[in-house]
Each structure stands twice: as structure tokens, then as C-alpha cells.
Nanobody, 115 residues
Framework: QVRLVESGGGLVQAGGSLRLSCAAS????????MGWYRQAPGKQRDMVAT???????NYADSVKGRFTISRDNAKNTVYLQMNSLKPEDTAVYYC?????????WGQGTQVTVSS
């Protein structure tokens, strides 16, 4: 069973930065997209950033210009660099690897931004 293991969350002051990492425990073939989602208390899980196999990216409007998604194919790892963090970015962040057949999710990592 492949697992996605996230790291890098934590507590940061507004204006600060964090870098999230998500590594697969084994090679996943035929990945269509890799991405990050977040869920704040009482809210639905929303897309933050995704990257397709060809390298094209998509960002939520609320994070454009502040967050950057990147990947290391050799390590089956996806990253999310988060700059200029705001209190409204506080949420549990989940990584996602999607193939044509399976949707893999990480366990989530808490990001808390204090004002």
C-alpha cells in the first residue's frame, strides 16, 4: 500500500514562510497530477495548487503570487513553498497524487498562521 508522507507544517507568524513536502513511500506510475489541498475547520477541502505531468500548474486565486508548487520526479516528491502567509491560510494541508485509476492522499499537516 503506497503512502504519502507530508512534512513541513507548523506555526508561523503572518508574513512568514513555510515549505511543505510530500513523498510517496513507493514509486507511483502514471501520475496525472500532483497537488496540495487544504481544509480549514468547518469548511470543505479546497484545491490550493496542482501540477500536471507536463509541468503546467494551477493555483487557487487566494494563493497566486505567494505559493509555488514544485516536484522532484526522481524522488516522487511534491513541494509547496508558501510565502507571505496570512492567518486565513491556517488549515490542514493535504497532498494528493492522482493517476487514471487511483487517488492518493496524505495524512495532512497542520499549518497555523498567527496574526
Amino acid at each position: 500500500q503506497v503512502r504519502l508522507v507530508e512534512s513541513g507544517g507548523g506555526l508561523v507568524q503572518a508574513g512568514g514562510s513555510l515549505r511543505l513536502s510530500c513523498a510517496a513511500s513507493a514509486v507511483i506510475f502514471d501520475i496525472v497530477t500532483m497537488g496540495w489541498y487544504r481544509q480549514a475547520p468547518g469548511k470543505q477541502r479546497d484545491m490550493v495548487a496542482t501540477m500536471r505531468t507536463g509541468g503546467s500548474t494551477n493555483y487557487a486565486d487566494s494563493v497566486k503570487g505567494r505559493f509555488t508548487i514544485s516536484r522532484d520526479n526522481a524522488k516522487n516528491t511534491v513541494y509547496l513553498q508558501m510565502n507571505s502567509l496570512k492567518p486565513e491560510d491556517t488549515a490542514v494541508y493535504y497532498c494528493n497524487f492522482r493517476t487514471n485509476y487511483t487517488n492518493y492522499w496524505g495524512q495532512g499537516t497542520q499549518v497555523t498562521v498567527s496574526s
